[in-house]
């Protein structure tokens, strides 16, 4: 009787041990919010869950001088937005649009770009699609400045016509544009406080946040850091007349890029996208 207790107690304690060792492994397992990587019933399960807004981000491929990689827009778009989604908690990042409009260059043969007018088509299609799928709310965002400028913005637009198409029947578009800007802007105010260079395009932003994200070396040359410097940026604009201007595709300085500036960069466009988003969708 008393090795049938024992046995009973050790059978139980083995029980309790391995559904502790399934809740924490069920526990430390990361959330799924990126659409290409979840199967069909992940996704549907995740609607069923509240997972009803769609987050549709683009990045673009173009040069962006001898320290990053080309396609350096589409490795900082698909880690911004994961996060986004992640923090948001009731959203699903979509797969992120590689190609932006831009223009290539056979002198520094690096970029490959759409028109405005072939993103407009590829956005409508991709968000219309997305709303087939069951998604309630589709948020359109770029990391890219090409097609989100001034009164040709395909993303407003695009975000504009389909919410008044589809808002009669409880679906919404939504064009968040602070992720990129604004988010860029305030970076740029307060490493300029500190006393590091104004960049624009290849410069501090893009290789400090490329240098935090790329974990494995494959998508930075750090032994080009020294020379991540082209045409200076004075009151805000590229001064092509200055004697130390280098023509390479880097408007402002890069050389001073580290990944703690790369994760504040990251953090901020985190932040104001989803101050934004939330503003949109109120949370129930």
């Keep these: 009787m008393r090795k049938f207790l024992m046995a009973g107690a050790a059978l139980a304690l083995a029980s309790t041990l391995m559904m502790a060792n399934t809740s924490a492994h069920a526990a ?16 549907k399960a995740a609607l069923a869950a509240g997972k009803t807004t769609a987050l549709i981000y683009t990045g673009g491929v173009e040069q962006r001088g001898p320290q990053n990689a080309n396609g350096g827009h589409n490795l900082m778009a698909r880690a911004i937005v994961k996060e986004i989604a992640l923090k948001l908690g009731n959203a699903i990042a979509m797969p992120v649009l590689p190609f932006t409009p831009n223009q290539a260059s056979a002198e520094m043969p690096g ?30 965002m770029g990391d890219h400045g090409g097609g989100q400028a001034g009164p040709n913005n395909v993303y407003a637009a695009v975000a504009k016509k389909l919410d008044a198409k589809y808002s009669p029947q409880g679906v919404h578009v939504f064009y968040c544009d602070q992720v990129y800007m604004p988010a860029n802007n305030e970076f740029d105010k307060q490493t300029e406080k500190e006393g590091y260079p104004a960049s624009m395009h290849g410069g501090l932003s893009d290789t400090s946040l490329m240098l935090y994200l790329d974990k494995d070396g494959t998508w930075t040359r750090k032994d080009e850091l020294k020379n991540a410097h082209g045409i200076p940026v004075v009151d805000g604009k590229p001064k092509m007349d200055d004697p130390k201007a280098v023509k390479n595709g880097i408007v402002g300085d890069g050389t001073r890029s580290t990944p703690e500036l790369g994760k504040r960069l990251l953090d901020l466009k985190v932040d104001y996208a989803v101050k934004q988003i939330n503003g949109f969708i109120p949370k129930k």
Aim: charge should be negative; aromatic fraction near 6%.
């Design 28 to 43: 430390a397992a990361p959330a799924r919010v990126e659409f290409e990587t979840m199967t069909w019933p992940e996704v």
């Design 111 to 140: 970029t490959i770009g759409l028109t405005n007018e072939l993103l407009e088509g590829v956005l409508e299609r991709i968000a219309e699609q997305t709303i087939t799928n069951g998604f309630k709310n589709v948020v359109l």
